[in-house]
């Protein structure tokens, strides 16, 4: 076959791919998202070093969760999202590392995007107990929440 094989062994190499911290560089078609999460895995397959460029401290657990909190990422970003596949990519990744804060936090976003109120409140305040109110993921939680309003309205309707 033409394809050619691509190999990733660091974690850091692949924040900069995604544009870490802004993470906004989105995915133009599905066959992009795809190789993305191809380069993910092979992630896992050198875990723990392949985190420790980006987390010297990193174990075993806490890599297959960075893996695993990234194929969430990628599978709700992606041109047609697959929220089922990124909740349950979230919650490998904190069968992995329960106190994983980027999951924590992404998993409050995937429930802002599906519309889950109920859902975004309970990963938030979970978010925010286990890393924090005052955590830069905390605050990116925050930012979330103010970026969808929608959820707000749903929220005050039940409250008032």
């Known amino acids: 076959s033409g394809s050619t094989l691509l190999h990733m062994m660091a974690l850091s190499r692949m924040m900069t ?9 989105g995915f133009g078609t599905e066959a992009q998202a795809n190789s993305t999460l191809d380069l993910i895995w092979c992630l896992e397959t050198h875990c723990p070093d392949s985190a420790r460029d980006f987390h ?3 174990t075993a657990d ?9 194929a969430g990422y990628v599978s709700r970003s992606r041109p047609t999202p697959q929220y089922a596949h990124a909740l349950a ?9 329960p106190s994983h804060c980027a999951t924590l ?21 979970q978010l925010c107990e286990i890393c924090g109110a005052s955590s830069d993921v905390a605050a990116q939680a925050r930012d979330a929440f103010t970026a969808h ?5 749903v929220l005050l309707k039940r409250i008032m």
């Open 17 to 25: 791919l995604l544009n870490y911290p802004a993470m906004d560089t």
């Open 62 to 70: 806490s890599c297959r969760a960075d893996v695993h909190n990234l």
């Open 56 to 58: 010297p401290e990193a």
């Open 105 to 125: 936090e992404y998993r409050t976003e995937l429930h802002l995007q599906t519309a889950n109120a109920s859902g975004a409140i309970a990963a938030a305040l």
């Open 89 to 97: 990519y979230y919650d490998e990744a904190l069968a992995f590392d």
């Open 149 to 153: 309003p929608s959820v707000a309205v």
